[in-house]
């Protein structure tokens, strides 16, 4: 094996990628009180749902532990990339750049670089997508790094909530706030800053307009869409997410188009029905 992706479990990974031994996913871990998940297999999405709903507070996450990325690397490949959830969302890059430390100093030089998706979800997946397609391509490791590098300063990753409950709980919302969105049914847009921050990008009445107004605003920004996969993940909303990926598909002519179950994290941030869009 001459390459071998790690990604921290808040990038959901498709089922063909879940199966090919050149794909890792490092699970974090979830807390609902003092219920304790691990974001693996074994992640039940509805039981996580219910119990978020019934508590007063705000689900946490702890992420893997260095020695945990640490693991991950010491394999046969030469190259090895991790893909990480937003540095300024969670420790998880920090922890996966300690872990490389480890490795080098306990097990000798190999080729490893960490990769901060500024993003979350499905932005990581098509960043570990696209380290798979350079890899193919057949070009050195120093070449992919700034390819990726590239690929993710110029993508785009935005959110729409079906409720405010977790943004309230975990203080990003005033009640106040919160209540008069719910009560008139305004849908905040969310979106990424440069920096892989979290940042309000517009908000609309009702979420099938808050949707296509993130759509619209996910083409119009997207440069040479016939060479970009546009990927959305949906936590619980099936019917919601088929229809968005239909009017992608004649909004804008993507490579591909797909759609996936949010994981454990994703769930967390996304909260029953949201949707998570990146291209």
């Not at 509805?46 to 945990?68: G, H, I, W, Y």
């Not at 409720?163 to 049914?185: D, H, P, Y």
Request: hydrophobic share 40%.
């Amino acid at each position: 094996m001459s390459y071998k992706i790690v990604v921290d479990s808040c990038g959901e990974l498709p089922e063909t990628l879940m199966k090919d031994e050149h794909f890792e996913s490092v699970p974090l871990e979830i807390f609902v009180d003092d219920y304790h998940i691990t974001d693996d297999e074994t992640f039940d999405q509805a039981e996580f749902l219910r119990r978020v709903r019934e508590s007063p507070n705000c689900p946490k996450s702890t992420c893997p532990s260095p020695e945990r990325y640490m693991e991950a690397y010491d394999c046969a490949a030469k190259h090895v990339y991790a893909v990480t959830l937003s540095a300024r969302l969670s420790g998880s890059c920090n922890s996966a750049q300690l872990g490389r430390k480890l490795y080098l100093e306990e097990k000798g030089e190999k080729q490893i670089h960490i990769f901060d998706s500024k993003s979350a979800s499905v932005g990581q997946t098509l960043i570990a997508m696209k380290i798979q397609e350079c890899e193919k391509e057949g070009l050195a490791f120093a070449k992919i790094v700034q390819k990726v590098e590239a690929y993710i300063e110029e993508m785009n990753t935005s959110f729409v909530l079906e409720t405010l409950e977790t943004l309230r709980k975990n203080g990003r919302l005033s009640n106040i706030k919160a209540f008069v969105a719910s009560a008139l049914n305004i849908k905040p847009v969310m979106g990424a800053t440069p920096e892989g921050m979290i940042c309000q990008l517009s908000q609309a009445r009702g979420m099938v307009r808050a949707i296509d107004k993130m759509i619209a605003d996910l083409v119009e920004k997207t440069k040479n869409p016939q060479e970009k996969i546009f990927a959305i993940s949906h936590c619980n909303a099936p019917k919601r997410a088929r229809e968005a990926a239909e009017k992608v598909k004649q909004m804008g002519n993507f490579k591909e188009v797909f759609v996936l179950d949010t994981a454990g994290i994703s769930s967390m941030y996304a909260s029953d029905g949201g949707i998570i869009m990146a291209v």
